[in-house]
T-cell receptor, first 117, second 110 residues
Framework: ETGVTQSPTHLIKTRGQQVTLRCSSQ?????VSWYQQALGQGPQFIFQ???????GRGNFPPRFSGLQFPNYSSELNVNALELDDSALYLC????????????????FGPGTRLTVL | SQQGEEDPQALSIQEGENATMNCSYK?????LQWYRQNSGRGLVHLIL?????REKHSGRLRVTLDTSKKSSSLLITASRAADTASYFC??????????FGAGTRLFVKA
């Protein structure tokens, strides 16, 4: 089991609502990435935060936004929820991605299962 | 699709047999990683192989990388029922983005 925690475990929202998901990084990790995993699919990269700044973004609309705090914990916010936002949301922490050779292994949290009705 | 591709999509074997999963990716990489996921929970990192490596071992796991074919394979030897899970490859080009494949669902029958 990794030291990455996520809350809540499950969440049910209705279309148009807003949601905030939280992630606590593993100790010593300064980089957090968020992923969306639809049922039966692989995780899709949403964005990454490094030292409180967005470090890169996948193919997700601006209504997906995030924050990273000084203690390296992170939030994912999704506005104007749509039915297709129903998925497992995973956060992963790692050491800096700026080192040569790319990022080190990522440690994933257990995920938040979001259902949009 | 941004994702790489994994083959097969699903694999069912008997305990004790070997399981081989393949992964293809689209662009040049810095490293490629393999993860396991049990029942829609968080992913567990298995092994990382860098672009200048061709083979790597970890316990019952063996990963190969062929950068000329943009492909990798994961071999699990002497499989156990506890190996039943989904397995994903994830490619990284050296930047912030890690691209996951769609996964192979492995079922090991006791």
């Amino acid at each position: 089991e990794t030291g990455v925690t996520q809350s809540p475990t499950h969440l049910i929202k209705t279309r148009g609502q807003q949601v905030t998901l939280r992630c606590s990084s593993q100790s010593g990790h300064n980089t957090v990435s968020w992923y969306q995993q639809a049922l039966g699919q692989g995780p899709q990269f949403i964005f990454q935060y490094y030292r409180e700044e967005e470090n890169g973004r996948g193919n997700f609309p601006p209504r997906f936004s995030g924050l990273q705090f000084p203690n390296y914990s992170s939030e994912l916010n999704v506005n104007a929820l749509e039915l297709d936002d129903s998925a497992l949301y995973l956060c992963a922490s790692s050491r800096s991605t700026l080192l040569a050779g790319g990022p080190s292994e990522q440690f994933f949290g257990p995920g938040t299962r979001l259902t949009v009705l | 699709s941004q994702q790489g591709e994994e083959d097969p999509q699903a694999l069912s074997i008997q305990e004790g047999e070997n399981a081989t999963m393949n992964c293809s990716y689209k662009t040049s990489i810095n490293n490629l990683q393999w993860y396991r996921q049990n029942s829609g929970r968080g992913l567990v990192h298995l092994i990382l192989i860098r672009s200048n490596e061709r083979e790597k071992h970890s316990g019952r796991l063996r990963v190969t990388l062929d950068t000329s074919k943009k492909s990798s394979s994961l071999l699990i030897t002497a499989s156990r029922a506890a190996d039943t899970a989904s397995y994903f490859c994830a490619s990284n080009t050296g930047g912030f983005k890690t691209i996951f494949g769609a996964g192979t669902r492995l079922f090991v029958k006791a």
